[in-house]
């Protein structure tokens, strides 16, 4: 493991040298090598959904980890986004003279070698590469075992683009040692390392943060809500709150919890009902909205689950001011929504939800870096600090101080 990261730490000087023309270069050419492997990428994924059928994995779960022609030309697709992008690195983000006569430029520069731990998705592998090499990151991958053979397909696609252009292989590498023991290696290597990005399920979240001496910028689970306030538009909230469900339910900004205001419970909730069986949701219920609707009792449990999976929790709440205690309460800082063409209401909601993406009248799987303009996103964070909300090239940069001096010395 040390070895490897000390290639990887060393391929980051080389990196630093290439021009923002020369990486958009290389990633067309990784965008058209995706196009043009794409047979032997389906069959990689191929034999991990049918390991997936022999474990029994979720329907939700497999949605995750499938690929097809339409998701790989995404993926492709999404790079070509990302080369686009304008360069995040040696901005001058600041600037100014001191009364020493000294010249302060704030630049931006790469952070260095980025971990990302990330579980089903195969198109993260592609995705985090491209935005990693764009912001002049070096990227130590270690994706889930459930895709371990869409991964190594996918890097080694990219891997070779990079050798074709005489540069490390080592810039878009799958840690050696995919264990357990592996990560916790990775995550102590300070030396080498400069950011650990977990994203995955909680356990995976609460081990690296508690383990790590490498910084880490979380990405924690997605327990999103949905208010409908008493003056929400009937149509318009019918149609955000099925696509925050029923679109897709395994992916981190799909809705787990619907508040429904007391005011329009009696209106609304049958209705519900009705749209929410066409897709065969299971509706778990506060015993206030049993009142008017027979589906199954929701505890106390299943208002702190992120489901990842087509069931919703339903709550009615007395306004605005339950439904904010609600998310305080249950959420996860991740993507919160209401419903309702009250301004007033609506800027109380969004300046009082303490998440990294609060929406009105917009379906919370709208979190997404591709959906913000990112091109893709390295995951969806949940820190304050750093970078918050879907995680873009400008997330994956830090900066520093060049002064320009012409003699100065300090009293």
Not at 404 to 409: D, K, P
Request: charged share 25%.
């Amino acid at each position: 493991m040390e070895k490897f990261l000390q290639e990887a730490k060393d391929a980051s000087r080389i990196l630093a040298t290439l021009s923002g023309a020369q990486k958009n270069g290389v990633l067309k050419e990784m965008a058209n090598a995706l196009r043009a492997n794409v047979m032997n990428l389906l069959e990689a994924n191929a034999l991990d959904m049918a390991d997936a059928e022999k474990n029994n994995l979720s329907s939700a779960l497999k949605d995750r980890l499938l690929l097809d022609e339409k998701r790989i030309e995404g993926m492709a697709r999404a790079i070509e986004e990302i080369a686009a992008l304008k360069e995040p690195v040696g901005r001058v983000l600041d600037g100014w003279v001191t009364e020493t006569g000294l010249k302060i430029e704030k630049v931006s520069i790469p952070i260095g070698v980025i971990g990302i731990i990330y579980e089903s998705r195969p198109n993260v592998t592609s995705d985090t590469a491209a935005l990693c090499f764009k912001s002049s990151n070096v990227c130590v991958l270690k994706g889930g075992k459930e895709a371990e053979h869409s991964n190594k397909a996918i890097a080694e696609v990219l891997k070779n683009v990079l050798i074709r252009h005489d540069l490390p292989s080592s810039l878009i590498s799958l840690i050696p040692d995919s264990s357990r023991e592996g990560v916790n290696k990775l995550i102590k290597m300070d030396k080498y390392v400069d950011l650990i990005i977990p994203r995955g399920g909680e356990g995976l979240i609460k081990h690296v943060s508690q383990n790590a001496t490498v910084s880490v910028v979380k990405h924690d689970k997605g327990l999103c809500h949905t208010f409908i306030d008493k003056d929400a538009d009937i149509k318009k909230a019918l149609a955000v709150v099925l696509n925050a469900k029923c679109r897709r339910v395994g992916i981190c900004g799909a809705m787990e919890t619907l508040l429904v205001d007391d005011a329009v419970a009696a209106t609304m909730l049958p209705m519900l009902q009705t749209e929410y069986a066409r897709f065969g949701t299971t509706l778990r219920g506060c015993a206030k909205t049993r009142t008017f609707i027979d589906i199954e009792e929701a505890s106390e449990e299943d208002f702190q689950t992120e489901y990842l999976d087509n069931i919703l929790s339903i709550k009615v709440v007395s306004g605005v001011g339950e439904a904010l205690e609600h998310i305080q309460t249950y959420g996860s800082a991740h993507s919160d929504a209401i419903i309702t063409e009250n301004y007033t209401t609506a800027e109380e909601f969004l300046n009082n939800v303490d998440s990294a993406c609060v929406y009105l009248n917009a379906s919370t799987q709208f979190t997404d870096g591709g959906e913000f303009g990112f091109g893709a996103e390295v995951g969806i964070s949940t820190n304050k600090l750093h970078a918050r909300g879907p995680m873009g090239i400008e997330g994956l940069t830090t900066y520093k101080y060049k002064i320009y001096g012409s003699g100065q010395t300090r009293k």
